[in-house]
C-alpha cells in the first residue's frame, strides 16, 4: 500500500480536476487524490470552485479526514486552514474542523409537527386567582394589573361563541334604551 501523509498533515499538492462542487488534488509521493470541498477553499463563501483554483495549480492543504467508503479509501484535504503564501498551519488546534463538523451534525426536526408544552401546572393562585401557578409564584402586587395565562385557540373558539349566545339573549331581554339630548 503506497504511503499516505497522516491525519492532519500539512502538504503542498497540484490541482487534478476542478469540479462544481471543489477540487481532486494529487496527493504527492501516491497515486492517491484528496478532495479540497468548495466549502474548505476559502473562509469565504465560494460558488464556483474554477474561480478560485485552476488545473495544475500548486496549493498548501491539510488532511482533514480518511474515510473508507465502498471499499475506497476518500480523502478530505482543507485549504482554508493553511496558509497559501508559506503552508503555515493556521488551525493548529483543529478549532475551526471541529467547529465545522457540530454545524454539520446540528439537529433538525423534519416532522413540522406542533409541538406542545405541558408546562403549566393544573393549578389556581390563592394569591390572584389566575391559573398556572401557586400563591408563592404569584407576580401580583397588592392592587396591580392582573394577569394570566394566553387561552389556547380551542378555548378561545368556544369563549367567543358562548359570548355570542350571551350577547344575542340579553338583547332580546333588555328593552331599547333611550337617549337623552343635553
Given at each position: 500500500m503506497e504511503a499516505l501523509p497522516e491525519l492532519y498533515a500539512i502538504f503542498q499538492g497540484e490541482v487534478a480536476t476542478v469540479t462544481e462542487y471543489g477540487a481532486f488534488i494529487k496527493i504527492p509521493g501516491c497515486r492517491k487524490q484528496g478532495l479540497v470541498h468548495k466549502t474548505h477553499m476559502s473562509s469565504c463563501r465560494v460558488d464556483k470552485p474554477s474561480e478560485i483554483v485552476d488545473v495544475g495549480d500548486k496549493v498548501w492543504v491539510k488532511l482533514i479526514r480518511k474515510e473508507m467508503?465502498?471499499?475506497?479509501?476518500?480523502?478530505?484535504?482543507?485549504?482554508?486552514?493553511?496558509?497559501?503564501?508559506?503552508?503555515?498551519?493556521?488551525?493548529?488546534?483543529?478549532?475551526?474542523?471541529?467547529?465545522?463538523?457540530?454545524?454539520?451534525?446540528?439537529?433538525?426536526?423534519?416532522?413540522?409537527?406542533?409541538?406542545?408544552?405541558?408546562?403549566?401546572?393544573?393549578?389556581?393562585?390563592?394569591?390572584?386567582?389566575?391559573?398556572?401557578?401557586?400563591?408563592?409564584?404569584?407576580?401580583?402586587?397588592?392592587?396591580?394589573?392582573?394577569?394570566?395565562?394566553?387561552?389556547?385557540?380551542?378555548?378561545?373558539e368556544v369563549a367567543a361563541a358562548g359570548y355570542e349566545r350571551v350577547k344575542k339573549t340579553s338583547m332580546v331581554d333588555e328593552p331599547p334604551k333611550k337617549r337623552k339630548k343635553v
Amino acid at each position: 500500500m503506497e504511503a499516505l501523509p497522516e491525519l492532519y498533515a500539512i502538504f503542498q499538492g497540484e490541482v487534478a480536476t476542478v469540479t462544481e462542487y471543489g477540487a481532486f488534488i494529487k496527493i504527492p509521493g501516491c497515486r492517491k487524490q484528496g478532495l479540497v470541498h468548495k466549502t474548505h477553499m476559502s473562509s469565504c463563501r465560494v460558488d464556483k470552485p474554477s474561480e478560485i483554483v485552476d488545473v495544475g495549480d500548486k496549493v498548501w492543504v491539510k488532511l482533514i479526514r480518511k474515510e473508507m467508503k465502498d471499499d475506497k479509501l476518500k480523502l478530505s484535504l482543507s485549504m482554508k486552514v493553511v496558509n497559501q503564501g508559506t503552508g503555515k498551519d493556521l488551525d493548529p488546534n483543529n478549532v475551526s474542523l471541529d467547529q465545522d463538523e457540530r454545524k454539520k451534525r446540528t439537529f433538525r426536526d423534519y416532522t413540522s409537527q406542533k409541538i406542545t408544552l405541558e408546562a403549566v401546572l393544573n393549578t389556581v393562585c390563592k394569591k390572584c386567582g389566575c391559573k398556572g401557578h401557586f400563591a408563592k409564584e404569584c407576580f401580583m402586587q397588592p392592587g396591580g394589573t392582573k394577569y394570566s395565562l394566553i387561552p389556547e385557540e380551542e378555548e378561545e373558539e368556544v369563549a367567543a361563541a358562548g359570548y355570542e349566545r350571551v350577547k344575542k339573549t340579553s338583547m332580546v331581554d333588555e328593552p331599547p334604551k333611550k337617549r337623552k339630548k343635553v
